[in-house]
C-alpha cells in the first residue's frame, strides 16, 4: 500500500499545479476544485487504518476506502486541466481520448440529416483536449486586452472572424507557453457526441440502445441548447445547460463555432486524423446558434463560412494536444 501511495505521489508531483473543476464524489473538501488537497486527505485517510468510514472518501462507493479511490481521485485530476491566464481568468480543458468512430448522420439524426452529412468511419490516433465552453468574452479581454482588468461577462466572445481566433490563439501561446489551436472538424463531432463516454461510441445501426444522442449529451434540445424557440433570440452566459457526456457545455446550439478545416463534402471513405482539404472557400462551423431551428442544433450538423466572416452568431471553442 505504501509502495503504490510512493508512486501515486510521483504523478501528483505533475498533477499538482492543475486543479480541476469540482466533480461530485472527487471534491472531497468540497472547496470547488479537485486538486491536491482532496489528494492529500484522501491518501492520509487510506494511512489511518483506525479511522471511522465516511462515504466521502468512498469514491467508487463500494463500502471501502482504498487505493482504488485514490487512482480514480488520480484519473479525475488528469482529466481536468486547468490553465490560468490572469487575475483569476482560467481556461478548463478537458481530456478526449483517442478512438474510431462514425462520423457524420448515423441513424438517430433521422430526417434532419443532409446530404454533406455522410457517415463515415474516422479514427483519432492521439488523445486531445478540448475547452469545457466557448471563448467568452472574460477570456477574450483577459488574453487580448492587457491594459484593463478582464471584463466580466461570461457570454461568448462572437463578431470574430477565423483570423481573429488564430490571432487569439497566438497571444494565448505567448502567454502560457502551450500550444492552443481550433479543433479539427473530426476532433469538434467526437467530443460533441461524447467521445468514448458517448452513448454513441459502440454504434451499431441495426441496435437503437447504440445509437447516439441527436444533440450533445440528449435527445432533448432544450436540456443542452439555446435555439431559435428558447433563446429570445440572443446570446446566453455559457454553461447554464446541460453538458454532454464528457462535461462539455454548448456543443449545440448558442452560438457556432470556428473549426480548423476548410469545409468539403464528406465521402463514405474512412479516414485516419482528418484535417479537410488543403484549400477552400469556407472554413467549416459547427454547433449551431440561438438564431437558428432545432436542425441545425444537432451534433452532425454542418456548414462553412468565409474565414473573413464576422458576426453575432459565430465564436470558437479551443482545443490542444495532449501531453
Known amino acids: 500500500m505504501k509502495k503504490l501511495l510512493i508512486e501515486c505521489l510521483l504523478l501528483l508531483a505533475?498533477?499538482?499545479?492543475?486543479?480541476?473543476?469540482?466533480?461530485?464524489?472527487?471534491?472531497?473538501?468540497t472547496d470547488g476544485n479537485v486538486d491536491s488537497l482532496d489528494y492529500r486527505l484522501l491518501s492520509e485517510r487510506i494511512l489511518d487504518k483506525n479511522a471511522a468510514y465516511e462515504a466521502r472518501f468512498d469514491i467508487d462507493g463500494n463500502g471501502t476506502v482504498d487505493a482504488v479511490d485514490l487512482n480514480r481521485l488520480i484519473r479525475e485530476m488528469n482529466r481536468v486541466l486547468v490553465v490560468p491566464v490572469r487575475d483569476g481568468v482560467v481556461i478548463r480543458m478537458i481530456?478526449?481520448?483517442?478512438?474510431?468512430?462514425?462520423?457524420?448522420?448515423?441513424?438517430?439524426?433521422?430526417?434532419?440529416?443532409?446530404?454533406?452529412?455522410?457517415a463515415h468511419n474516422v479514427t483519432l490516433t492521439k488523445d486531445y483536449r478540448i475547452a469545457e465552453t466557448v471563448v467568452t468574452e472574460q477570456l477574450w479581454s483577459a488574453v487580448m486586452d492587457t491594459t484593463a482588468a478582464p471584463v466580466a461577462s461570461l457570454k461568448p466572445k462572437v463578431r470574430i472572424t477565423w483570423h481573429d481566433c488564430k490571432a487569439f490563439v497566438t497571444e494565448l501561446n505567448k502567454r502560457t507557453g502551450l500550444t492552443f489551436r481550433l479543433p479539427t472538424e473530426a476532433e469538434w463531432e467526437f467530443a460533441a457526441r461524447g467521445g468514448r463516454l458517448g452513448r454513441g461510441y459502440h454504434y451499431n445501426p441495426k441496435d437503437t440502445a447504440s445509437w447516439?444522442?441527436?444533440?450533445?449529451?440528449s435527445d432533448n434540445v432544450d436540456e443542452v441548447a439555446w435555439h431559435r424557440w428558447n433563446s429570445d433570440l440572443e446570446a446566453h452566459t455559457v454553461a447554464l445547460k446541460k453538458p454532454n457526456e464528457l462535461g462539455l457545455y454548448d456543443m449545440n446550439g448558442n452560438v457556432y463555432e470556428w473549426c480548423e478545416d476548410w469545409f468539403a463534402l464528406f465521402t463514405t471513405a474512412a479516414a485516419t486524423n482528418p484535417k479537410g482539404p488543403a484549400t477552400g472557400v469556407g472554413r467549416v462551423i459547427r454547433g449551431g446558434s440561438y438564431t437558428t431551428e432545432q436542425n441545425y442544433c444537432r451534433v452532425t450538423s454542418r456548414s462553412g463560412y468565409q474565414p473573413g466572416s464576422c458576426v453575432s452568431t459565430l465564436g470558437f471553442r479551443l482545443a490542444m494536444d495532449a501531453k
Open 212 to 217: 447516439g444522442y441527436k444533440y450533445a449529451g
Open 14 to 29: 505533475v498533477l499538482i499545479a492543475c486543479p480541476c473543476a469540482g466533480a461530485a464524489g472527487f471534491d472531497i473538501n
Open 95 to 118: 481530456m478526449v481520448e483517442s478512438g474510431t468512430f462514425i462520423l457524420g448522420a448515423t441513424k438517430e439524426q433521422g430526417a434532419d440529416a443532409t446530404t454533406d452529412e455522410v
